[in-house]
């Protein structure tokens, strides 16, 4: 029997928003009613506190739909189709889709990024750059920061923001080519269990869980949801390389569908990976070797552990004013020893591959992160003259701490660059060569205001000021101690047009800030430089087509780093602001339905970034060279068609263009590359449904993740199968 509930406090997309149909062939599966979920917490994300009919919760899935329509975030009160700013939204319907199991494979298709290897100093975990600079430091989860250095799995999402240009005005500092912003999956009425089995050809075994109840005992509202992973897989055409996780992650909410609702929430995500650090360059190219070379140890290993405790609050007072307020205390540990592969120097091309030995580079450290953060804002209405306002005002306070101990070795045994041998047992001696104490406490105030003149014409105004506090101390001989404070606005203007009620035109401008300790990491070099700063220009549009099924976005941007920090030709031991870095852009991008059956994703980004100015030090980026990691082409096209009410197939390319692993020196660049994507699915019952994704079918060899350092070549062709089941 179907239940049905009413949502008296709910907000309901824009009227001119066509509701999105059942798709049959997803019926029984879990990622459609979780995508059926989505819909529901997109609609609360609206403007006023309205009425909405009741929602009936039947034994079908809605289907999953690739067009999103407004923000999770509360600070963009507006729909996506009104916001003057390029966002783009990897909805969960999509990363079930592609048959995607982790973070960076969910972001690769996404304009304007493009994947980074994990860093040869104290970064692992996901690494990207968005728009030409580095985003690996703005990532956050439901709206507060997420940096831990650990390899995030998309189980427990219900899509992925991806908000482009600086956003300092919204996140406080960083966001230089803007940020990456993962939404939770939450509590429901409904009520469901749901999983998913998964084998591939790359030795993947995966299990998800995704189960919810609605709790009465605890009052009309309240609900609980858990969802959980286990994950093991290699990398096709790749040796030894393993990734191994586990997560779990419980909710429970009350007061939905009332005016005061509580979250409560944790994540807990834990990984024992064998990490791959790829291979080197050689005279500035990949090395001419076997894609499935591997030049660590079978005993590297990389151990994190990630436990995320929230608690969210949100009260209206009333039709005009909504109160939210969300809490986070977050631990990130990690234990790692991986190894880099380093080519000696006097290599030359007439050097036999056979005759060089790789220098195995080994990256040890222990660390621990933890992150504590609230933040408070209020939504207010009103109207002045006739002229109505939206403005959303709030502060932020945080402490952040980072303990990391690094050790070198010496006496590591090298390995061959044509054959090398992973089973060699490790050797080598370790010395602690540093143990720092960091620490960080940041303060936020910020207040935006979209003023709605008319119909057809807005205008957003925002300011923000932060302060960000910072020291460092590094407590091994010789010992050190650096602290410095940051003060500094952000500012946010732009004005829409909206020439129909289905389309809008804007014109943009924001700041933001990167302070010399952004990471936690404060030396000598940086201890007495000013932030770097950082504006974007930006002119789009978008439409909502065919019925408001099809969302299609275009801008033109220009991002520019003023003062970046680059290396003082008087002493090459401190840093000096004497770098201008621009990125001069394009970005086109469809999502959603062209008919009920036929659906797409698509996206292309031109970039042209350069380095305007620079120092004339020895190590200092080369004038006039592309920035670091910024293909000027990239292009994705993923598209699904229902056959039948049973079968749907599906199928994609991904482009990248040529890469600059470092723009330092000797550059070193990597080639452009394609691959080609398949999926079928197959519906057996109302509850049950197959799925089979072969990825790279053509079995290209490309290098997917680039350092200046190293690559890490990307997966040959995989086959995936799985199974979904509802109740």
């Excluded at 989505?38 to 006023?48: I, P």
């Excluded at 407004?70 to 990363?95: A, C, F, R």
């Excluded at 992973?422 to 010395?431: C, I, L, R």
Aim: hydrophobic fraction near 35%; charge should be negative; aromatic fraction near 8%.
């Amino acid at each position: 029997m179907a239940q049905q509930y009413t949502q008296p406090h709910t907000r309901p997309r824009p009227e001119n928003r066509s509701p999105v149909s059942k798709r049959s062939l997803l019926a029984g599966t879990a990622l459609a009613l979780v995508l059926g979920c989505a819909e529901t917490k997109t609609a609360m994300a609206q403007d006023a506190p309205l009425q909405l009919p009741p929602l009936s919760v039947e034994g079908t899935a809605t289907g999953g739909d690739y067009k999103t329509d407004q923000s999770t975030l509360t600070k963009l009160p507006e729909p996506l189709l009104d916001t003057p700013q390029s966002i783009t939204v990897v909805p969960g319907q999509y990363i079930q889709d592609r048959g995607i199991t982790n973070t960076s494979d969910a972001l690769r298709t996404v304009p304007g990024v493009s994947l980074a290897a994990g860093e040869a100093g104290a970064g692992q975990g996901n690494s990207l750059t968005l728009r030409g600079f580095t985003a690996r430091n703005d990532i956050f989860l439901d709206g507060m920061r997420d940096f831990g250095g650990y390899y995030r799995d998309p189980f427990n999402y219900e899509e992925i923001e991806v908000l482009k240009g600086p956003s300092s005005i919204l996140f406080g500092r960083g966001s230089t080519g803007g940020v990456v912003n993962q939404v939770s999956k939450t509590p429901l009425l409904g009520g469901f269990t749901a999983g998913t089995l998964a084998f591939g050809t790359d030795n993947t075994k995966r299990l998800t869980i995704d189960a919810d109840t609605p709790v009465p005992a605890l009052g009309d509202g309240a609900a609980f949801r858990i969802d959980g992973m286990v994950h093991d897989a290699q990398v096709a055409g790749r040796d030894v390389g393993e990734a191994r996780r586990f997560g779990i992650a419980p909710s429970l909410a009350l007061g939905l569908g009332t005016p005061t609702r509580l979250t409560v929430s944790y994540l807990h995500q834990a990984e024992d990976d064998i990490p791959d650090y790829g291979l080197p360059f050689l005279l500035g190219s990949p090395a001419p070797v076997a894609r499935h070379n591997f030049y660590g140890f079978k005993s590297d290993y990389l151990r994190t552990e990630a436990d995320i405790a929230t608690v969210k609050l949100e009260h209206d007072v009333n039709d005009a004013v909504t109160i939210h307020n969300q809490l986070r205390y977050a631990n990130y540990h990690r234990s790692v020893r991986v190894t880099e592969p380093q080519l000696p120097t006097g290599v030359t091309a007439l050097t036999p591959l056979s005759l060089i030995t790789v220098t195995r580079n080994e990256i040890t450290l222990n660390s621990t992160e933890t992150y504590l953060d609230n933040q408070t804002d209020v939504t207010l209405k009103f109207a002045t003259a006739g002229i109505r306002h939206i403005v959303v005002t709030g502060v932020e306070l945080s402490r952040e701490t980072s303990e990391p101990t690094r050790f070198t070795f010496t006496g590591v045994p090298g390995t061959s660059l044509a054959n090398p041998n992973p089973n060699q047992a490790f050797a080598g001696t370790s010395t602690v060569t540093s143990r720092t104490d960091a620490a960080a406490v940041s303060f936020g105030i910020y207040a935006l205001d979209v003023i709605k003149f008319n119909e057809q014409w807005e205008f957003t105004g925002g300011i923000r000021f932060d302060r960000f506090d910072s020291s460092v101390n590094q407590t091994i001989a010789p010992s050190a101690a650096f602290s410095r404070i940051d003060e500094m606005p952000s500012y946010r203007t732009s004005l829409v047009y909206k020439p129909q009620p289905n389309g809008s035109i804007y014109v943009a401008w924001g700041t933001s800030f990167n302070p010399s300790a952004e990471t936690l990491a404060l030396t000598a070099a940086t201890a007495n430089i000013a932030p770097e700063k950082n504006e974007t220009y930006e002119i789009g549009s978008k439409w909502d087509l065919f019925a408001d099924r099809l969302a299609l976005r275009g801008a033109i941007y220009r991002s520019e780093k003023m003062n970046a920090r680059v290396t003082d030709p008087n002493n090459p031991l401190l840093n000096i602001l004497g770098g201008d870095f621009e990125v001069d852009g394009l970005e086109i991008e469809a999502a959603g339905k062209i008919t009920e059956q036929w659906q797409v994703y698509a996206g292309y980004s031109l970039m042209d970034s350069k380095v305007v100015k620079t120092s004339t030090a020895v190590g200092a980026p080369i004038l006039g060279a592309p920035l670091a990691n910024a293909p000027q082409n990239t292009f994705n096209l993923w598209t699904t068609y229902d056959v039948t009410k049973q079968v749907e197939v599906g199928g994609g390319v991904n482009y990248v263009g040529k890469r600059i692993g470092r723009n330092t020196g000797q550059l070193t660049s990597v080639p452009d590359y394609y691959t080609i994507d398949l999926m079928a699915k197959y519906s057996l019952t109302e509850h049950v449904a197959l799925q089979l994704n072969v990825t790279n079918i053509l079995d290209a060899y490309y290098i997917d993740q680039v350092h200046p350092a190293h690559i890490v070549p990307g997966a040959g062709r995989t086959a995936l199968v799985s199974t979904s089941v509802r109740f």
